[in-house]
């Protein structure tokens, strides 16, 4: 079975400054999707940033970036200047990539995110 | 239309009661998926339903029912529920394929069980 671990409960960061939150993974398949999603108070989670692991190329969405390693199962999530609006719990998930209705998204345990004004 | 509708927003039912949960998305997405979210911890995978079939049951107690009436829908019935079922209940949905796309989620259906 796959697992997904987050390491740090909490993080706080700077407004303006750079934060890393960290994930790792455990599988054995070679094909599978990473993704980070973002929980605000308002419950809805919302996609950040996505990584095929068939790419080598890591994913970036404006501010945000990935570092992905797949020989070591790590997938960390970068954000760049941060924002008060980028406080949030974030979630790294793993999808394997079997057909649609065999797959799960797994969820980390979450990290939560401060941003200090 | 990129949103799945999620209702009602918050539920309070006794242990006897019977209640549902109704999710909708009109995204084309042909699975969808039921998880439940306890305060700081992270989704959990409840049901799986692809094409209106129920396709993955993690192991769920039968006083929680999931229902797929069509590709547009899906319901959670609740009967008998115990205090320790309140959590938040989030819809998901996703496409048909193999496509590397994530799963979008619903705002979720805080449930108090008295």
């Known amino acids: 079975a796959q697992t997904v671990t987050q390491s740090q409960p909490e993080m706080s960061v700077q407004e303006a400054e750079t934060v890393t939150l960290s994930c790792t993974y455990d599988?054995?398949?070679?094909?599978?999707?990473l993704f980070w999603y973002k929980q605000p108070p308002s419950r809805q989670m919302i996609l950040v940033i996505r990584?095929?692991?068939?790419?080598?190329q890591n994913a970036t969405e404006n501010r945000f970036s990935v570092n992905f390693q797949k020989a070591a199962k790590s997938f960390s999530l970068k954000i760049s200047d941060s924002q008060l609006g980028d406080a949030a719990m974030y979630f790294c998930?793993?999808?394997?990539?079997?057909?649609?209705?065999?797959?799960?998204?797994?969820f980390g345990t979450g990290t939560r995110l401060k941003v200090l004004a | 239309d990129t949103e799945v509708t999620q209702t009602p927003k918050h539920l309070v039912m006794g242990m006897t009661n019977k209640k549902s949960l109704k999710c909708e998305q009109h995204?084309?997405?042909?699975?969808m998926y039921w998880y439940k979210q306890k305060a700081k911890k992270p989704p959990e995978l409840m049901f799986v339903?692809?094409?209106?079939?129920?396709?993955i049951n993690e192991s769920v107690p039968s006083r929680f029912s999931p229902e797929c009436p069509n590709s547009s829908l899906l319901n959670l019935h609740l009967h008998a529920l115990q205090p320790e079922d309140s959590a938040l209940y989030l819809c998901?949905?996703?496409?048909?394929?193999?496509?590397?796309?994530?799963?979008?989620f619903g705002q979720g259906t805080r449930l108090t069980v008295v």
């Open positions: 995204m084309g997405h042909r699975a």
């Open positions: 339903y692809s094409y209106e079939k129920l396709s």
């Open positions: 990584q095929e692991a068939y790419k080598q």
């Open positions: 599988t054995s398949e070679s094909d599978y999707y």
């Open positions: 998930a793993y999808r394997s990539a079997g057909t649609s209705g065999t797959y799960k998204y797994i």
């Open positions: 998901a949905s996703s496409p048909p394929d193999r496509l590397n796309t994530e799963a979008f």
